[in-house]
């Protein structure tokens, strides 16, 4: 069974730090691009960061440059997702999803391009 999990949410205040995890079971990651991607209620699921079946490329929203850094670790197969200095606006679930990559270095923005998530994790920061 092809599972995805993530862990590593919590409550933090402004300005704090969390790291997100993203592991995968029953398949190796490999040869699938990863996505995170954010939804808070009311509002649509947006893509936070990707990564490429390489780890070569990746994606970051304009509003989490320079505070996110996203990365993978094949031989564990998991995906991180590194937040420094997280503010109010990035309250949401976080969510992570895999795709077979059409090559190492294809990047999927949109989340109709994603065939696996996991259940999501949620990151509150407030004071």
């Known amino acids: 069974q092809l599972q995805l999990v993530e862990s590593g949410g919590g409550l933090v205040q402004p300005g704090g730090s969390l790291r997100l995890s993203c592991a995968a079971s029953?398949?190796?990651?490999?040869?699938?691009?990863i996505g995170w991607f954010r939804q808070a209620p009311g509002e649509e699921r947006e893509a936070v960061s990707c990564i490429s079946s390489s780890g070569v490329r990746t994606y970051y929203a304009d509003s989490v440059k320079g505070r996110f850094t996203i990365s993978r670790d094949n031989a564990k197969n998991t995906v991180y997702l590194q937040m420094n200095s997280l503010k109010p606006e990035d309250t949401s679930i976080y969510y992570c999803a895999a795709t077979e990559a059409y090559s190492s270095g294809s990047l999927y923005q949109s989340h109709y391009e994603y065939d696996y998530w996991g259940q999501g994790t949620q990151v509150t920061v407030s004071s």
């Open positions: 029953g398949f190796t990651l490999d040869y699938y691009a």
